[in-house]
């Protein structure tokens, strides 16, 4: 890779270069960049990841993040971090704040590239003034209900508003009034003068500037006319050398109107726009209004609840950055939209805990097991491995006793043909303790069982017999004493269909998953845990991976289960393989 670091000088306009950088793995807008490297175009790239500061980063963003990051990673560039922050009314300071703490999160770094579309308002209000001059915008003065009616349809034309052909110091004198404060909010509007029969709304001549009188968070009352998306958008690419910007595919549409204010105003630079498709997810909604609804309305505690597909939702639940960077690189990039899998990014979640993830052991429904051979007061410090996929991680003691918990689940008064965990009778293996065998199970007078008896075999110890006699089952446990009590939060999907929009009435809340969430409590973990740190992730064994949540306190620690240890997705592609 050093070599694509001593390209340098990103985005100055050098002749081609021997040891341009080429990407290897390639896509289609690698091909691109690898051509205007290669014609001498460019001689480094410049990307941006441009967010709108009116909301929390979800995963697509993560795709959008890790494409224009990774891309100036890898070709020795660079890529900025620009707010977007063009609309007063919706943008927070808490978002940005959240927007810069998750794309560091993912391991993505701007350096001194951080920049605000609200830094560039002096210029664009400038290159506004340009177009006034050059007769390419006009103020115009019709409603929004008029403009709407006279910009016509998808299958017909629009007509000229009647202010279309004021004289060019009229529309100047109005807009210095428009700055100065002189109208009301949607009195007046700036917009371009380009070709109201065109078949592509977009460049039927579009609003640029449009008066708001509200504080906004970085240039406080200092103007009252806010420039528009797409206006903005290509100017502040245009400032910042931007080579390649990057956005999704309904911006499409956008393009000429993109193009056609880079060419009119004769920028020095005239970023490309190249288009992808937005990711989506099944059983997730990615739109900020619904993720902001699902806040508000309080279906969800807050952004950063476990089960929003945000980044900071994501990291609570226990993904790491990792796993999702695994992720956007599997899905790769693509012309064409699609949807997918959950699974596949609970997938690219379990093969990186898997790696990571120290064991140890979490009885989340205990039932109480008294091994009545064992000596009373009695406790053996037992060795457990914490990795096997691990040599490096070592190994821990767990303290083992007379009194244990062990997964109500694993035990069967009558058990059914497959089932190889404890019954009367039957003999299984303690993991890393020893073998145990049922003697009795004690009920309440409901007929409700509280406990079992049994016994152990104390030549057993490390859970391996030298008579050679085998057990089906191992289970996990805690000893009783020295369990720390916590609850445990079982996750699942936040709705209930695939398509969360996919509904009656047309309102995806109607498909919320009234179980997407399941408090247990009490749940035993082994005592090691208490020096857990908040997010500190953990495979319980047989039972998923799991970490601690910000909710934790000294006295209640609380663990989420980040996902289970069933991995459909895997399943389902070797299926999709036998085929
Ligand atoms: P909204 O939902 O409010 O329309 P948005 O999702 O486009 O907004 P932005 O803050 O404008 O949010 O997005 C910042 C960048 O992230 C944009 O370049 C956008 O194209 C990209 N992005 C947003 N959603 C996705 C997605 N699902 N997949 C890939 N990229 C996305
Ligand atoms: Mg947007």
């Known amino acids: 890779m050093s070599n694509l670091n001593e390209a340098g000088g990103a985005g100055s306009q050098k002749a081609a270069s021997e040891n341009a ?57 660079r890529c900025h971090l620009r707010f977007d922050d063009t609309n007063p009314c919706k943008e927070d300071i808490e978002y940005i704040e959240s927007i810069e703490r998750d794309v560091k999160w993912l391991g993505f770094d701007w350096n001194e590239h951080l920049y605000y579309a609200s830094d560039y308002y002096d210029a664009l209000y400038e ?70 029969s065109s078949p592509n709304i977009n460049m039927r001549d579009p609003i640029i500037y449009r008066i708001r009188h509200t504080t906004h968070h970085r240039t406080g009352d200092k103007w009252c006319i806010y420039p528009m998306y797409d206006f903005t958008h290509c100017v502040s690419d245009a400032i910042e050398k931007i ?42 909604v990615m739109s900020k209004r619904k993720l902001l609804e699902l806040v508000e309305k309080k279906y969800v505690s ?50 990186d805990l898997n790696k990571k993830a120290m064991r140890v052991m979490g009885v989340l429904k205990p039932l109480k097991v008294v091994i009545t051979n064992y000596p009373d007061g009695q406790v053996e410090e037992l060795d ?50 020893y073998y145990i065998k049922c003697e009795t199970a004690v009920k309440d007078e409901k007929g409700e069982i509280t406990e079992l008896h049994c016994t152990y075999d104390p030549a057993t110890k490390g859970g391996w017999s030298d008579d050679g006699r085998k057990v089906q089952g191992t289970l996990h446990w805690v000893s009783a004493a020295h369990a720390l009590e916590c609850e445990v939060r079982i ?74 240890l069933v991995d459909t997705w895997a399943k389902l592609e070797k299926k999709i393989q036998k085929k």
């Open 21 to 77: 950088p080429v990407s290897v793995i390639s896509n289609f807008i690698k091909d691109i960049i690898n051509d205007d490297l290669k014609s001498g175009k460019h001689a480094g790239i410049i990307t941006r990841f441009p967010p709108e500061p009116n909301g929390y980063l979800h995963i697509g963003h993560a795709k959008s993040i890790c494409l224009n990051f990774g891309l100036a990673k890898e070709y020795g560039g």
């Open 127 to 196: 290159y506004a003034v340009a177009l006034i001059k050059m007769d390419k915008a006009y103020v115009c003065e019709l409603t929004n209900e008029e403009m709407r009616e006279y910009r016509g349809t998808l299958t017909e034309g629009g007509k000229h508003s009647p202010h279309r052909d004021r004289p060019v110091s009229e529309s100047l004198e109005l807009f210095e009034r428009m700055k100065k404060g002189e109208f009301e909010d949607g009195k007046l509007v700036l917009r371009a003068k380009i070709d109201m």
């Open 243 to 284: 080579t390649h910007s990057i956005c999704t595919l309904e911006f499409e549409d956008h393009r000429p109107l993109y193009d056609w204010f880079l060419d009119v105003l004769k920028t020095e630079c005239h970023p490309r726009q190249i288009e992808f498709a937005r990711l989506n997810l099944t059983f997730t």
């Open 302 to 351: 807050g952004w950063d609840d476990p089960r929003m597909p945000t980044i900071s939702g994501l990291r609570r639940r226990g993904y790491t950055a990792e796993a999702i960077r695994n992720f956007c690189e599997m899905i790769g990039v693509a012309k064409s939209n699609s949807t997918v899998d959950f699974a596949m990014l609970e997938y690219c979640v379990r093969e």
């Open 384 to 433: 457990a491995q914490n990795n096997p996929e691990d040599e490096s991680a070592g190994t821990r003691k767990i303290p083992f006793s007379k009194v244990i918990y062990i997964e109500r689940d694993d035990f069967r008064e009558d058990p059914p043909k497959q089932f190889f965990r404890l019954a009367p009778g039957r003999e299984v293996r303690l993991k890393h303790a």
């Open 491 to 564: 996750y699942d999907q936040l709705f209930t269909k695939s398509n969360p929009d996919e509904t009656a009435s047309g309102d995806y809340k109607e498909n919320l998953n009234e179980n997407s969430l399941v408090k247990l409590y009490p749940c035993y973990v082994e005592p090691g845990l208490k020096s857990a740190k908040i997010e500190d992730r953990y495979q319980f064994l047989r039972q998923g991976y799991f970490c601690l949540d910000s909710d934790s306190t000294p006295d209640k620690l609380i663990f989420n289960r980040t996902v289970s």
